[in-house]
Nanobody
Framework: QVQLVESGGGLVQAGDSLTLSCAASGGSFSTYAMGWFRQAPGKEREFVTAISRSAGSTIYANSVKGRFTISRDNAKNTVYLQMNSLKPEDTAVYYC????????????????????WGQGTQVTVSS
């Protein structure tokens, strides 16, 4: 098991940028693929992006492709989410999550595959 703590959320204006961080502890970070999910008010939690354990592969939801970038630093046990050109519809609580890399790339967009979750960080984008 790995413990995850997100940070970096806040209130920004449409068009602004924001970078979220997720620090991991208590486990072998480099053995996990990492994902970001989000939950907007009144909606179900949805997949945003994921990165393989070596950062060699990334996947994105269509809604954020070209605007968001996921990265990781295995030496720092941290995964990042760089969010550019933010829109009001990006307003949500953002969660990072870890899935054993051995589960395979096909699982990385599936919430049910992840069994390690952070507490979430709020991102609010005003128009």
């Amino acid at each position: 098991q790995v413990q995850l703590v997100e940070s970096g959320g806040g209130l920004v204006q449409a068009g602004d940028s924001l970078t979220l961080s997720c620090a991991a502890s208590g486990g072998s970070f480099s053995t996990y693929a990492m994902g970001w999910f989000r939950q907007a008010p009144g909606k179900e939690r949805e997949f945003v992006t994921a990165i393989s354990r070596s950062a060699g592969s990334t996947i994105y939801a269509n809604s954020v492709k070209g605007r968001f970038t996921i990265s990781r630093d295995n030496a720092k046990n941290t995964v990042y989410l760089q969010m550019n050109s933010l829109k009001p519809e990006d307003t949500a609580v953002y969660y990072c999550a870890a899935v054993p890399a051995t589960y395979g790339h096909s699982t990385y967009s599936r919430q049910a595959a992840y069994d390690n979750w952070g507490q979430g960080t709020q991102v609010t984008v005003s128009s």
